[in-house]
Structure formats: C-alpha cells, structure tokens
C-alpha cells in the first residue's frame, strides 16, 4: 500500500485514478453550485470584476504617463492578461491546496487518507470552485484586447502559438508552486500565506514589465522560483524585446518544460509530506 489508501499501482494508473477522481468530485461541487445559478453567475462575474480592478488601476495610471519602464499600456495588458489566466487556471483546478494545514491541525486529513483516491486530487477537488473562471474571462478579455492592439508586432505562426502554450505552461508553473506549497505545510503546520506569496504575489508582480525590477529579483524568479517563465519571457519574445538578463530568444519556448521541472520536485515533495504525516489522533 502507499500513501492515500491506493494499492502499489503503476504510476500511470494512479494518475489516471486521480485525474478520474479529481473530475467525480469536482463534479460533484459543480452540480452543487448550479443548484443557485443565479448566485454562481453574480459571484463568477464578482470575481471577474473585482479581479478587473487591477488593471482598472493600471490603465488610470497610464492616463497621467505614455511608458513604465519603457512598456505601453497594450504590452503591459499582454503581461497583465497572460498572468492573470494562468494563475486563474492552476487556481481552479489546484487553488484548494493551500487549505492543506487547516486539514492537517483539524485531523480531517485522517478521511481522505483511507479512500481510494490520491490526496492530492481529493485536496484540489474538495469545495470546487466555479466561480474562479471569472479570473480566467477577464484575464483572456484583457489578453484578447491587447493582442488586437498590438499593431507593431510581427505576428508570425511561433509568435501566434506561443500565446496559447505561455498561458498553459504558466498555469503548470503556478500549480507546482501551489503543490510544493502545500507539500510545505505539512512541516510548517500552515504556511498558506506563504504559498499565497509566491502564487498571487507572483502573479501581481508578472503584470508589470520586468524592466521596473532590479537585476537580482529578476535572477531569483528566473533561476530560483521560475516565475519569469510564466509569461514575463515568452512575452517578451512576442513583443520584440530583449530579456534584461541576457537569456537567449529560445528560453521563450522552454515554459512547458520548466514546468515540468518544476512540478517534478513539488509532486515529489508532496509524496514525502504525505508520508511522514502523524494523525492528529481523536
């Protein structure tokens, strides 16, 4: 047996089990919220609107400057839009992960480690929120208005691709981080914030050009926390400009696989946590 109550399958057939019992309980939820329709669609469209806010308050700020840190306002939607779908998607489906402590200190835990399914997909299941598509409409609305705005950039068929495949494998990023954020807090008993920094802190700081950041930050979310390859290199690549680090122009097409660089170490992190986890007792 290993840990989650699953027999010793083959790695391939435990993830299908968990992809398969990801989509029966967020299913359920999903029946659940539409039960209130009304109430799904006032709170989708208040998270995209409250979510809206941010750029609301960049495109003011450009009512009074022409640049930031050299960028115009259509080139800081593209980064505006790009992260906030990603970071929107890895938090629909991965986002409940970082509960992960309130369920070690309260000992429900102990319940999903006896059923058939792995932790993880029950964890990232559990409450599946809808609404959270919200975030997604407005980022690809923002994303779509930049992309018909940006008259100066040579659309060829890479650039084109790389859109679609910027906002999955920044997705893939993000949920990493939320995994091995999550993996974190079986040591530290509840560090949500600090996962939450690195996920909508990251996101918050994706939307602006890296230009306006100092070398050694750039460094760290570049070759410590990936987070540059979310969307800050393949936009970069899109728009034209050279990567302040000096990075070469095929580091824009490396996002899926630092993605699963990443996710590797997270997913194995997680496994460990689970491992060591001592019930709370009754």
């Known amino acids: 047996m290993v840990a989650g109550g699953l027999p010793d399958l083959p790695r391939r057939n435990r993830a299908l089990e968990g992809l398969r019992g990801f989509g029966l309980i967020a299913a359920m939820w999903i029946r659940s919220t539409m039960t209130y329709r009304t109430s799904f669609l006032l709170s989708t469209f208040g998270n995209a609107a409250i979510t809206l806010l941010d750029f609301v308050a960049i495109a003011i700020m450009f009512s009074h400057v022409d640049e930031l840190g050299g960028f115009t306002l259509p080139e800081i939607a593209l980064l505006y839009g790009s992260a906030s779908a990603s970071l929107g998607l890895a938090d629909l ?6 509960r992960i402590g309130a369920r070690i200190r309260d000992g429900s835990l102990d319940t999903m480690l006896v059923r058939p399914v792995p932790v993880l997909a029950q964890v990232a299941a559990d409450r599946f929120a809808l609404r959270r598509l919200g975030r997604i409409a407005q980022g690809l609305g923002v994303l779509g208005w930049a992309v018909s705005d940006l008259d100066q950039v040579d659309w060829t068929a890479g650039k084109v691709l790389l859109v679609p495949v910027m906002i999955v494998a920044g997705a893939g990023i993000f949920g990493a981080v939320m995994v091995a954020g ?42 410590i926390v990936p987070l540059a390859f979310v969307n800050w290199l393949p936009a970069l690549y899109v728009l034209g400009r050279p990567d302040p680090l000096g990075l070469p122009s095929w580091a824009a097409f490396a996002s899926p696989l630092v993605a699963l660089a990443v996710f590797v170490p997270a997913s194995l992190a997680w496994r460990a946590g689970v491992r060591s986890y001592r019930s709370t007792g009754s």
């Open 93 to 98: 489906l991965l986002g409940n992960t970082d």
């Open 182 to 223: 999550a993996a974190f807090q079986f040591v530290a008993g509840d560090a949500a914030e600090v996962q939450n920094s690195f996920t909508y802190g990251g996101c918050t700081m994706l939307q602006y050009p890296p230009t306006v950041f100092a070398k050694d930050l750039l460094r760290g979310v570049t070759f």
